[in-house]
């Protein structure tokens, strides 16, 4: 289970919350303008935009969950184990990419959501795997500074919306997520009045919000995100729009032991990212809450990749 994010106001930055009961060998990955990119099916790019994302341990080819290019385009991949729907076999008149393919495939070459939806628009996902690694079902969100979209492939071909809540999880399908938030229209983070007329006031600050699901499926997750999102205010400080960002995904992050897989593995909060779009990538890990950052590397002709992970660090102030 997973939550990305595009928040604007001020700037914009984009993130999310990687949400697994184990690991994919995560590593902190720039890939140079010069890495050549070989797909299955389409043409190499042997010169491309420079990235920088989260991706597998894979010194072959960038096997992103998020990333963001030099344009300031970004991209994550979400689970989407019921609903994706894949083409079986390259068709002829259609891009055709792998699902493993598509983050760097689309930001090697695009430089805005515009770009991005007119190329997709004549996209097909095939169910094409990574060497011996199995097919991913997935589901994307892709924003730049004006747009958010919701990427879904579904029976019949790639579906994209316009997501105006700048919120993506996983299932249900992006069409019952966006109609379910229908169902909260009246939350608010404002002091409630006493529409009773009964002379009575709220005992608490947050009432307004009452009915904001607590739980943590990806419905309630997206409507959470998404109430957050909308109400979020930032504050004065050279960081303070990341650490902000940060407590906005700390809203629906995984606590060890509050979910359990149907095996009985517990579903955490491995890592929480945010991107700036003018190529920092910041990052905290479920064990080190300090937040730590990448610059994008631009020259080059190799992947670099970073292990993330490391013990907390605790500061004392004695």
Same mark, same amino acid.
């Given at each position: 289970?997973?939550?990305?994010?595009?928040?604007?106001? +001020?700037?914009?930055?984009?993130?999310?919350?990687?949400?697994?009961?184990?690991?994919?060998?995560?590593?902190?990955?720039?890939?140079?303008?010069?890495?050549?990119?070989?797909?299955?099916?389409?043409?190499?790019?042997?010169?491309?935009? @420079?990235?920088?994302?989260? @991706?597998?341990?894979?010194?072959?080819?960038?096997?992103?969950?998020?990333? =963001?290019?030099?344009?300031? &385009?970004?991209?994550?991949?979400?689970?989407?184990? &019921?609903?994706?729907? !894949?083409?079986?076999?390259?068709?002829?008149?259609?891009?055709?990419?792998?699902?493993?393919?598509?983050?760097?495939? $689309? $930001?090697?070459?695009?430089?805005?959501?515009?770009? @991005?939806?007119?190329? $997709?628009?004549?996209?097909?996902?095939?169910?094409?795997?990574?060497?011996?690694?199995?097919?991913?079902?997935?589901?994307?969100?892709?924003?730049?500074?004006?747009?958010?979209?919701? =990427?879904?492939?579904?029976?019949?071909?790639?579906?994209? !919306?316009?997501?105006? @809540?700048?919120?993506?999880?996983?299932?249900?399908?992006?069409?019952?997520?966006?109609?379910?938030?229908?169902?909260?229209?009246?939350?608010?983070?404002?002091?409630?009045?006493?529409?009773?007329?009964?002379?009575?006031?709220?005992?608490?600050?947050?009432?307004?919000?009452?009915?904001?699901?607590?739980?943590?499926?990806?419905?309630?997750?997206? =409507?959470?995100?998404?109430?957050?999102?909308?109400?979020?205010? +930032?504050?004065? +400080?050279? !960081?303070?729009?990341?650490?902000?960002?940060?407590? &906005? &995904?700390?809203?629906?992050?995984?606590?060890?032991? +509050?979910?359990?897989?149907?095996?009985?593995?517990?579903?955490?909060?491995?890592?929480?990212?945010?991107?700036?779009?003018?190529? =920092?990538?910041? $990052?905290?890990?479920?064990?080190?809450?300090?937040?730590?950052?990448?610059?994008?590397?631009?020259?080059?002709?190799?992947?670099?990749?970073?292990?993330?992970?490391?013990?907390?660090?605790?500061?004392?102030?004695?």
């Amino acid at each position: 289970m997973c939550t990305a994010v595009a928040q604007r106001g +001020g700037g914009w930055l984009f993130g999310r919350n990687l949400d697994l009961e184990c690991g994919f060998s995560e590593q902190v990955t720039r890939v140079p303008r010069r890495v050549p990119l070989r797909f299955f099916a389409e043409a190499e790019q042997a010169e491309h935009f @420079a990235m920088l994302g989260m @991706a597998a341990r894979e010194p072959r080819f960038p096997l992103f969950a998020e990333a =963001v290019n030099e344009a300031g &385009l970004c991209a994550a991949g979400l689970n989407f184990p &019921l609903s994706a729907r !894949y083409t079986p076999a390259r068709e002829e008149g259609w891009h055709n990419i792998a699902p493993h393919e598509f983050i760097p495939w $689309l $930001l090697g070459q695009c430089r805005t959501a515009d770009e @991005a939806e007119r190329l $997709l628009l004549r996209t097909r996902i095939v169910a094409q795997p990574f060497g011996a690694r199995p097919v991913p079902p997935l589901h994307w969100l892709v924003a730049d500074g004006r747009r958010t979209l919701a =990427v879904e492939p579904r029976a019949g071909g790639l579906r994209v !919306y316009e997501d105006a @809540a700048g919120v993506l999880t996983n299932e249900p399908p992006f069409e019952f997520q966006r109609e379910n938030l229908r169902r909260y229209l009246n939350l608010t983070p404002y002091f409630p009045p006493d529409r009773f007329g009964a002379g009575l006031d709220p005992n608490g600050q947050g009432m307004g919000a009452i009915g904001l699901p607590g739980d943590c499926s990806p419905s309630s997750r997206f =409507v959470r995100a998404a109430f957050y999102v909308k109400n979020s205010v +930032g504050a004065a +400080g050279k !960081y303070a729009a990341v650490s902000q960002f940060f407590h &906005l &995904l700390g809203s629906v992050e995984m606590v060890r032991g +509050g979910v359990r897989t149907a095996g009985g593995a517990c579903d955490v909060t491995r890592y929480s990212c945010c991107i700036d779009p003018r190529g =920092v990538y910041y $990052l905290r890990t479920y064990g080190n809450s300090r937040i730590r950052a990448w610059r994008m590397q631009t020259e080059g002709e190799a992947l670099v990749q970073d292990d993330p992970y490391s013990e907390e660090d605790v500061l004392f102030a004695d």
